[in-house]
């Protein structure tokens, strides 16, 4: 299937001329991952799975684990923007592997769905186990 015509357009050029330019980037970015969400349920048929907005959610979930990428002071060597773009690189790649069906179902609901704590655990199953193998089973599921 072809990509939408939002991820032709919008592209992560080499450099950011600033960190504001970087921004604009950001959400622009931002934008074209929840316009391609249509696109991406139908590929992959999440609909019994997971809603859009839980999606758009773990798109902005994503984004804000990388908030901290703005103080010039905490990477005196790299550019922040330059740091900024190779993230957006990283995500633009992302996206268009998984517009092009480049991974499978199991892939996006383990990452998107699962993995953002979107899907609630009942915890039936770690019944009888001891508080270390919950807590080792926890932290090492990726």
Do not use: W
């Amino acid at each position: 299937m072809a990509a939408p015509f939002t991820l032709r357009k919008i592209g992560v050029p080499p450099n950011s001329a600033n960190l504001t330019e970087a921004r604009r980037r950001v959400f622009d970015f931002f934008r074209a991952a929840c316009r391609s969400l249509p696109t991406v349920m139908d590929i992959y048929n999440l609909q019994d799975v997971v809603a859009p907005s839980q999606l758009r959610f773990a798109i902005s979930a994503q984004i804000r684990n990388n908030a901290h990428v703005t103080d010039p002071k905490a990477l005196p060597l790299i550019s922040v923007s330059l740091v900024i773009d190779l993230l957006l690189f990283k995500g633009m790649e992302e996206l268009t592997d998984i517009v092009d069906h480049a991974k499978q179902r199991h892939h996006i609901i383990g990452q998107y769905v699962v993995g953002e704590g979107l899907v609630q655990n009942t915890g039936s199953k770690d019944q009888g186990k001891s508080d270390f193998l919950k807590n080792f089973y926890t932290s090492n599921y990726v």
